[in-house]
C-alpha cells in the first residue's frame, strides 16, 4: 500500500467505463437518476449516443437493460448497491440471470461506505443476494485500479455480472500495471501460519493486520477475494491444505457473503479452521464509515485477534 | 408484411385456438382463457405482420413479439410451431420435463421466444428495452407486446411507459388484452383500472380502442400504428373475452388456469372448428 492519495472506487468506475464505451460501441450506460453520485458524468458527456436515463425506476431500468442486451448491447445498469440488488433483484433474477443475458450491474455505496446516509442506504446483504443468483457473477474491488481492470473485465466478458464499488475514498493497494482475472483470488503476500481471505475495502484493513501479525512472529497469507462468485475454491482449498487456519473479512452481513462462501468450501473438506469479520446480521445508522466497521468488530485490531486466536 | 386476407387470418386464429385447447388438454396444465383472448391479436401479428425468419429466430432485424403476461404463451407456441421454428409434435411436450415448451416462456429453451417473461409487467419494460435497442442500432423492427388489464396493475408497466415516451418509441405497439379478469376475479373487483387508454394517452402515447377479437378492427388498428410514425409509442385497447371462441370458457373466471377434461377437450374442438370459415 502507498503514500498515495484515497481514492473512492466509484471514481475507478467512471473513469474506466469511458474508456471501456470508446473501445466498445456497444456498451451502454443506464442511470436511474444517481448518475452523478455513481460517476457516470462523464460517460454521458462523451458518449452521448451510449447513454440512457430511465429516471428513478430501477425496476424498469434493470428489465429494459435486459431488452437492450437481447439487441447486442452491453448495459452497465448504474444505481445504489442497496437497490441494485434489493429493489430490482426480481428482475434480475428473472429477465437478467434466467436469460443469462450480458448486463451488468454496477453499483456504488456498498456496505458501509455510505455511511452517514444511514441504514437504508448501506447495502449490508447485497452481495450474499446475488451470489444465491444461477449465472450470476458477483465482484468487489479493493481500490481504484483494481476497480478499473474489473470493470474492463466485466465488459469484455459474457454474462450478468455484478460490481460493487465505495462511496467513499479508499486507500490504493494496486499499482495500475496488476492484472486481475474473474474469479481468481489475488495473493498479496505468502504466510505459513494463518490465511486472511478478504474483498472490496476491507482488503487494506487486512494487510495492515498481516503486518502487525508478522511483528508479533505470526506469518499470514493475504488474498483479496475481489469475486465472491465464482469463488476461487482452489485457492480457498490451498489456504486449507497448507495453513488450516482462515479469517475472513469483508465490509458486508457476515451471513451470505465472503466468509459464509470460504466457510462452505472449508466445511466440505472436513478439516480447517474459519473465524469470520464482517457485519454481525444488525443494520448500521448515519455515523462515520470507520466508527461503524469498529461497532461490528471490523479493524484491523479485530483482525489480528481473530488470527491469534486460531494459533 | 404478408398479403393475407381477413378471413384467411380468422381460420388463422381458430386453428390457434385450437392448438391451444389440444396442447393444454394434452399437458392437463395451462392457461386457456388468456391464450384464447389474446388469440387474435397475436395470430395478426405472426400471419400477416411480423418480419420473421423461423429458420433464424436470432436474426438481428427481425420483429419481436414479447408475451409480457406470459402464462399466454401457449397461443404464441401454437404461432412458432405453425409457421415452422420447431415442429408440430413439439406442442404435445408443453410443460413437460425437458420441453422447449415451458410453463411461462423461455428464451434460452425455445427458438422465437424473443424474451423469457412469467413474472407479471417485467416483459413490457423488457420490450421498451427492444424498442430503444432498434432506435440506438438505427434498425426499423417493430417490437409487439402482449400486456394484461389485470398486468397493468404492476408499477413497472408505467415507468416502462414513461421510458418508452422519453425516448420516442414509435416502433412499439403494445395491445392491451383487456378481458377483465384476473385470477381473483374481475379487474374491476380486485383493482380498478380505470380507463387505461386515458392513462397510456396521459404518459404521451398513441391510443386506438378497438374490439380485440375482431380481426378486421386488430387489422385496422395495426394499420394505424405503422402509419403514425410520429415518435409516440403506441397501445392498442383490446376489448377481449377471456376463453374466447369457447362458449363454456367465455368470461369465467374458472378458466384462467384449468385444463379441459376429456368431454370438454371434445366440445371445445367442435365449437372452434365450426368457427372455420
Excluded at chain 1, 477475494?225 to 475454491?233: A, E, R
Excluded at chain 1, 482462515?246 to 472436513?270: F, K, P, Q, W, Y
Excluded at chain 2, 396442447?23 to 395478426?44: C, E, N, R
Excluded at chain 2, 400486456?147 to 415516451?165: H, K, P, R, S, V
Aim: hydrophobic residues 40%.
Amino acid at each position: 500500500m502507498s503514500e498515495l492519495k484515497k481514492i473512492p472506487t466509484r471514481n475507478g468506475f467512471g473513469e474506466e467505463i469511458v474508456a471501456v464505451g470508446k473501445d466498445n460501441p456497444d456498451v451502454v450506460v443506464l442511470d436511474i437518476d444517481i448518475g452523478k453520485s455513481c460517476k457516470t458524468q462523464d460517460f454521458r458527456k462523451e458518449l452521448p449516443d451510449q447513454y440512457i436515463n430511465v429516471g428513478i425506476a430501477e425496476q424498469n431500468g434493470a428489465a429494459v437493460a435486459a431488452g437492450l442486451a437481447t439487441c447486442g448491447k452491453i448495459p452497465f445498469v448504474v444505481t445504489y448497491a442497496a437497490f441494485g440488488s434489493m429493489r430490482i433483484c426480481e428482475m434480475i433474477r428473472q429477465e437478467i440471470c434466467y436469460t443469462n443475458l450480458n448486463v451488468k450491474i454496477a453499483c456504488s455505496h456498498g456496505g458501509f461506505t455510505p455511511a452517514n446516509d444511514g441504514a437504508s442506504h448501506q447495502a449490508i446483504e447485497d452481495m450474499g443476494i446475488l451470489r444465491t443468483l444461477p449465472n450470476m457473477t458477483v465482484m468487489m474491488p479493493a481500490d481504484y485500479n483494481q476497480a478499473k481492470k474489473l470493470v474492463r473485465a466485466a465488459a469484455e466478458n459474457y454474462g450478468p455480472m455484478y460490481l460493487r464499488f465505495t462511496r467513499d475514498a479508499m486507500e490504493q493497494v494496486y499499482g495500475p500495471e496488476v492484472e486481475f482475472e474473474i474469479g481468481k483470488a489475488y495473493q498479496l503476500q505468502d504466510g505459513k501460519d494463518v490465511a486472511i481471505i478478504a474483498n472490496g475495502d476491507t482488503v487494506c484493513l487486512a494487510i495492515k493486520a498481516a503486518k502487525i501479525l508478522e511483528e508479533k512472529g505470526i506469518s499470514a497469507r493475504v488474498l483479496d477475494m475481489h469475486t465472491i462468485k465464482p469463488l476461487d475454491v482452489d485457492a480457498v482449498k490451498a489456504c486449507v491444505n497448507d495453513i488450516g487456519k482462515i479469517v475472513t473479512v469483508e465490509d458486508h452481513n457476515i451471513i451470505n457473503g465472503l466468509g459464509s462462501a470460504v466457510c462452505e468450501v472449508v466445511a466440505e473438506m472436513g478439516k480447517g479452521k474459519v473465524k469470520r469479520v464482517g457485519i454481525q446480521d444488525q443494520f448500521g445508522e448515519s455515523a462515520p464509515y470507520e466508527r461503524l466497521l469498529a461497532k461490528n468488530g471490523i479493524t484491523v485490531e479485530d483482525i489480528v485477534a481473530e488470527a491469534e486466536k486460531l494459533q | 408484411m404478408k398479403d393475407i386476407s381477413i378471413n384467411e387470418l380468422k381460420n388463422k386464429a381458430t386453428e390457434m385456438r385450437m392448438k391451444v385447447i389440444d396442447m393444454i388438454y394434452k399437458a392437463q396444465s395451462g392457461h386457456p382463457g388468456g391464450s384464447l383472448s389474446a388469440a387474435d391479436f397475436v395470430t395478426a401479428c405472426y400471419f400477416k405482420y411480423m418480419n420473421v425468419d423461423p429458420k433464424n429466430p436470432q436474426w438481428a432485424d427481425r420483429d419481436r413479439m414479447v408475451l409480457s403476461k406470459g402464462h399466454v404463451c401457449p397461443i404464441q407456441y401454437a404461432c412458432l410451431a405453425t409457421l415452422g421454428y420447431f415442429p408440430e409434435e413439439v406442442l404435445d411436450t408443453l410443460r413437460k420435463e425437458g420441453s422447449p415448451l415451458q410453463g411461462h416462456p423461455s428464451m434460452i429453451k425455445c427458438p422465437g421466444i424473443d424474451i423469457s417473461t412469467g413474472s407479471l409487467g417485467q416483459g413490457m419494460a423488457c420490450a421498451a428495452g427492444m424498442a430503444l435497442g432498434g432506435k440506438m442500432n438505427k434498425k426499423d423492427y417493430k417490437v409487439f407486446c402482449v400486456l394484461g388489464d389485470g398486468e397493468a396493475q404492476e408499477g413497472i408497466i408505467w415507468e416502462a411507459a414513461n421510458t418508452a415516451n422519453k425516448y420516442k418509441l414509435d416502433n412499439f405497439i403494445v395491445f392491451v388484452d383487456e378481458n377483465n379478469l384476473q385470477l381473483d376475479g374481475t379487474c374491476d373487483e380486485v383493482m380498478p383500472n380505470g380507463d387505461l387508454g386515458e392513462k397510456f394517452k396521459a404518459f404521451g402515447w398513441d391510443v386506438f380502442y378497438i374490439n380485440g377479437n375482431d380481426m378486421e378492427e386488430v387489422c385496422d388498428a395495426i394499420d394505424k400504428c405503422y402509419a403514425a410514425q410520429n415518435g409516440n409509442p403506441k397501445a392498442i385497447i383490446g376489448k377481449t373475452v377471456k376463453g374466447k371462441g369457447v362458449s363454456f370458457m367465455e368470461n369465467q373466471v374458472g378458466w384462467h388456469g384449468v385444463a379441459p377434461n376429456d368431454e370438454q377437450y371434445a366440445q371445445a374442438m367442435a365449437e372452434l372448428k365450426a368457427q372455420l370459415i
